[in-house]
């Protein structure tokens, strides 16, 4: 009778059995990579954001980079050449050559600030996924949470963190070094939830402005390369 169950011989080694395990997540974070960016065809070609004004967006200032970039720079101490606007960051890797219309050309050499607010309404520990070619950080109530920094390809760095109810401030800080290749995608999973594409329209703040209250970050948890 034919056998239908585990080899016992990949039980008997532990070794065998990791690296089964270690493939099967594999297999299956490439597979949602896959059923995203399957989703991710039917939005615009470059979604950075648009020069539409939308009160809750996120912000996000466009500034140039000398050539030779190697990390972000401090944002602060420089001009910004334009604004965006946008509700979420969705930039599946792409090669992206037509600038910003309405603000420049410019397709290599160039950072993006970006800034706004969103409101947790149930507390708890929520993972954060940031996807980006060149480096990005995600920072939320001016803590670091992700640092997916320098020159590299397209690369997802997740990490979690607790927020309490309330109102928390944001900041995606993007560079793009070297034409052509782009990417910027953040995610995020709400406690025991599945993973979606952070969208602040889904993040507002209660209609009656008397029950906003200011949120807290705590026990940042390490961060990992890949979704987990």
């Not at 990579?33 to 967006?57: C, H, K, M, N, R």
């Not at 149930?122 to 996807?131: A, I, K, V």
């Not at 034409?179 to 209660?206: D, I, M, Q, Y």
């Amino acid at each position: 009778m034919p056998h239908c169950g585990t080899d016992s011989r990949i039980l008997a080694d532990p070794l065998r059995v990791y690296r089964v395990m270690r493939l099967a997540k594999l297999v299956l974070a490439l597979g949602l990579a896959l059923a995203s960016l399957a989703l991710a065809q039917d939005q615009p070609a470059y979604t950075f954001g648009t020069t539409v004004v939308e009160l809750s967006a996120l912000e996000g200032r466009v500034y140039f980079l000398k050539p030779g970039t190697q990390k972000l720079p401090n944002f602060s101490h420089m001009r910004p050449a334009g604004t965006v606007y946008t509700t979420m960051l969705n930039v599946w890797p792409q090669e992206f050559s037509e600038g910003f219309p309405n603000i420049s050309d410019r397709f290599e050499w160039f950072g993006i600030a970006y800034s706004g607010r969103f409101w947790i309404e149930d507390g708890g520990e929520y993972r954060f996924s940031l996807l980006s070619d060149d480096g990005a950080k995600l920072k939320i109530d001016d803590r670091l949470v992700i640092d997916n920094d320098g020159l590299h390809g397209a690369i997802a760095t997740s990490a979690a963190a607790n927020l309490s109810r309330g109102m928390h401030r944001i900041n995606v800080d993007y560079f793009q070094g070297p034409r052509f290749t782009v990417a910027l995608v953040l995610a995020v999973a709400h406690p025991g939830g599945p993973w979606r594409l952070f969208n602040t329209s889904e993040f507002k703040p209660p209609s009656d402005p008397t029950q906003w209250e200011e949120g807290k970050i705590s026990a940042i948890k390490p961060q990992t390369i890949g979704i987990k």
